[in-house]
């Protein structure tokens, strides 16, 4: 039986992916890149906020059609994010299979990732079964080193996931409802994964969970420092990116060892939220004004050249004028190498969505924008300032006319990229050395730099 499988979300959502895709291999499944040869159409959904969701029902009424062309041959199943979201007066889930979408043979949780293949055969061979959800009231499914996970990422980077779940209960997130409370994996396991995608050709590791800098809180054996430094002695040419880490628990014994660690890029997505105090407690952040600049500050000192990705909301419950004038200025000082905004989304069965005070949304989506065009030009000066160095730069695409890749300020999918042109022998997974001829606010381009140039 051949599997068409879509992937939504953000990358530990693809982690998921990967390793559901290597349980179903070592099954004897096979999997096809074109749905029209598939037997099974698996999606595994977001279900973060309702822009996610939306983007979860869409692929289920276009995956709903594939399975109408060949109803009694084809099996639709739908796992992640959706299905183990609570169900909610505006998401009844069991409603919505029953109502909506019929054509769904099989709904199943990451809380059962190890299961699924055994699932897809026993609805295949029970039509009984179908339309069902396979649900264990138990925290999403951990992997470690030795589950089996098919990389679907380009072969010279991979994501690594360090943990699951969330202690940090901010009252605007679902997270904690959907993936259950912090479960960190085993530094012994991190590594020897680590050490296997090196191995099959992987370049940069980018280190990901829901909050990275929380990891051990939940269990002996070691904390992030401590990961990084078993990271870090690991042969092999590659390098580290971190990604989503929170301020609250960025210690100075972390940022000492990202200074001192040379496989460790400088580079770190640190979400920050708001600035103003009464808001951050109002999130649950758990940190105030002075300790994030205390954190950005010491970032910036010990290691030289750092590029800080972070992101906003706005429109939060009770956000005023003045909060958000304290915000804007906040942004114009620090000016972050990268940053995202996003206007307030209520979610039900989070503290949040019961406050009072709730902004407009049209007024937090006004406040977003406008926090984005100061971004615009504060991402624009910062790249003519790297007009005429040279940088490495990590090739992920070449086509006839230009290659494309990235530099240490840059993660995949969510960061700027080079464009270099002409290509010439650059192959994807290349790591060359770029001389940056020209910017624009979120791109830049350059030309490779040839031996023996300055």
């Known amino acids: 039986?051949?599997?068409?499988?879509?992937?939504?979300?953000?990358?530990?959502?693809?982690?998921?992916?990967?390793?559901?895709?290597?349980?179903?291999?070592?099954?004897?499944?096979?999997?096809?890149?074109?749905?029209?040869?598939?037997?099974?159409?698996?999606?595994?959904?977001?279900?973060?906020?309702?822009?996610?969701?939306?983007?979860?029902?869409?692929?289920?009424?276009?995956?709903?059609?594939?399975?109408?062309?060949?109803?009694?041959?084809?099996?639709?199943?739908?796992?992640?994010?959706?299905?183990?979201?609570?169900?909610?007066?505006?998401w009844d889930k069991e409603d919505r299979v029953k109502r909506e979408w019929p054509e769904v043979d099989l709904w199943t949780g990451i809380d059962m990732i190890p299961q699924i293949p055994e699932q897809l055969l026993a609805v295949r061979d029970n039509p009984k079964l179908r339309g069902q959800t396979k649900r264990e009231d138990v925290p999403c499914f951990?992997?470690?080193?030795?589950?089996?996970?098919?990389?679907?990422?380009?072969?010279?980077?991979?994501?690594?996931?360090?943990?699951?779940?969330?202690?940090?209960?901010?009252?605007?997130?679902?997270?904690?409802?959907?993936?259950?409370?912090?479960?960190?994996?085993?530094?012994?396991?991190?590594?020897?994964?680590?050490?296997?995608?090196?191995?099959?050709?992987?370049?940069?590791?980018?280190?990901?969970?829901?909050?990275?800098?929380?990891?051990?809180?939940?269990?002996e054996g070691g904390n992030f420092a401590d990961l990084l430094r078993e990271l870090q002695t690991i042969d092999g040419d590659f390098k580290i990116r971190l990604l989503y880490g929170h301020p609250a628990h960025l210690t100075d014994e972390m940022i000492d060892v990202m200074a001192s660690c040379d496989k460790v890029l400088p580079y770190l997505d640190l979400p920050l939220q708001h600035i103003t105090d009464r808001l951050l407690k109002a999130m649950g952040r758990k940190t105030s004004r002075t300790q994030i600049e205390h954190v950005l500050d010491q970032l910036r000192r010990k290691i030289p050249g750092i590029a800080i990705r972070t992101t906003f909301i706005t429109g939060f419950p009770g956000e005023t004028e003045a909060d958000f004038e304290e915000l804007k200025q906040f942004i114009k000082d620090q000016k972050f190498e990268r940053l995202g905004v996003f206007a307030y989304c209520p979610e039900e069965n989070t503290p949040a969505f019961a406050f009072d005070d709730q902004v407009p949304e049209e007024l937090a989506e006004k406040r977003a924008d406008?926090?984005?065009?100061?971004?615009?030009?504060?991402?624009?000066?910062?790249?003519?300032?790297?007009?005429?160095?040279?940088y490495p730069v990590i090739i992920d695409e070449v086509n006839k006319k230009f290659a494309v890749g990235r530099t240490y300020m840059d993660a995949p999918d969510i960061d700027n990229t080079v464009r270099i042109s002409p290509p010439g022998k650059l192959k994807v997974g290349d790591m060359v050395e770029v001389r940056i001829c020209g910017v624009s606010k979120y791109d830049l381009f350059g030309e490779v730099q040839k031996k023996g140039e300055n």
């Open 142 to 219: 951990l992997y470690n080193d030795s589950t089996p996970r098919f990389q679907w990422t380009l072969p010279h980077l991979a994501y690594l996931k360090i943990g699951e779940g969330c202690n940090n209960r901010c009252t605007y997130c679902a997270i904690p409802n959907i993936r259950g409370p912090l479960r960190s994996r085993d530094i012994a396991s991190i590594r020897q994964e680590a050490i296997n995608l090196i191995e099959g050709g992987v370049r940069e590791l980018i280190i990901i969970a829901q909050d990275i800098t929380a990891f051990g809180h939940d269990r």
């Open 370 to 390: 406008e926090l984005m065009r100061i971004q615009g030009k504060i991402s624009l000066a910062h790249n003519k300032n790297l007009a005429g160095r040279v």
């Open 1 to 90: 039986m051949n599997l068409f499988i879509v992937s939504l979300g953000c990358p530990k959502n693809l982690v998921d992916t990967e390793v559901m895709t290597g349980e179903l291999l070592v099954k004897g499944f096979g999997i096809t890149m074109d749905p029209e040869e598939a037997d099974i159409y698996l999606i595994n959904t977001c279900a973060f906020i309702e822009s996610a969701r939306q983007d979860a029902v869409d692929a289920i009424e276009e995956a709903a059609d594939w399975k109408n062309a060949d109803p009694e041959n084809r099996m639709l199943v739908v796992t992640g994010c959706l299905d183990q979201r609570p169900t909610s007066v505006q």
